[in-house]
């Protein structure tokens, strides 16, 4: 039972563009989403989270929107950078836990 | 950032053998580490929620005699394959709740360790 789902293996961009990496869920009980970033074996590291009560979240270049209607939500990047090439993985906490159910990631590549 | 740091890195061992792998905060106090396990091009599957000063809690279908898991201080956890076998073969990462914060959900990762069984 996958509750969190990537379901874009792999996404290519040119330089100076925008990334869009999306994510759907099924849990409901889900009240934290987060974004990791990670390279080949490295450990993952934390990019931006959104609570289930806001629809936007926004750090620099990185926009986090959710979709609670949808159970969907996506990351973009933008302008998208050479440096952001790497496998994002999508992430839920249920409320009330803090352990992550992470989706299956979606290797992004940013072209010069 | 917090930082969480993993011993060893990288791990080759012979079936049948044992072998631990070392998670620590290093500067702040988790009373909860969690370890992953990532089989190649696949998601981070959590094995178990580590607990400081109790048993670990295991997460369906994972042995918990075969991935000893033991978190003696807020610092330090550790997950220990007992007669490891090739299909144990994998990345293990490990994850700690910083105590006080985290309020976002954020967890802090540690670099992992790759084990190999030949």
Request: net charge positive; aromatic share 10%; proline share 4%.
């Amino acid at each position: 039972d996958q509750q969190v789902k990537q379901n874009s293996p792999s996404l290519s961009v040119q330089e100076g563009r925008i990334s869009i990496l999306n994510c759907d869920y099924t849990n409901s009980m889900f009240d934290y989403f987060l974004w990791y970033k990670k390279y080949p074996a490295e450990g993952p590291t934390f990019l931006i989270s959104i609570s289930s009560i806001k629809d936007k979240n926004e750090d620099g270049r990185f926009t986090v929107f959710l979709n609670k209607s949808a159970k969907h939500l996506s990351l973009h990047i933008v302008p998208s950078q050479p440096g952001d090439s790497a496998v994002y993985f999508c992430a839920a906490r249920i409320q009330g836990a803090q352990k992550l159910v992470f989706g299956q990631g979606t290797r992004l590549t940013i072209n010069p | 950032g917090a930082v969480v740091s993993q011993h060893p890195s990288w791990v080759i061992c012979k079936s049948g053998t044992s072998v631990k792998i070392e998670c620590r905060s290093l500067d702040f106090q988790a009373t909860t580490m969690f370890w992953y396990r990532q089989f190649p091009k696949q998601s981070l599957m959590l094995m178990a929620t580590s607990n400081e000063g109790s048993k670990a809690t295991y997460e369906q279908g994972v042995e918990k005699d075969k991935f000893l898991i033991n978190h003696a201080s807020l610092t330090l956890s550790t997950l220990t394959v007992t007669s490891a076998h090739p299909e144990d073969s994998s990345f293990y990462i490990c994850s700690a709740s910083r105590v006080g914060v985290s309020v976002t959900g954020e967890l802090f990762f540690g670099e992992g360790s790759r084990l190999t069984v030949l």
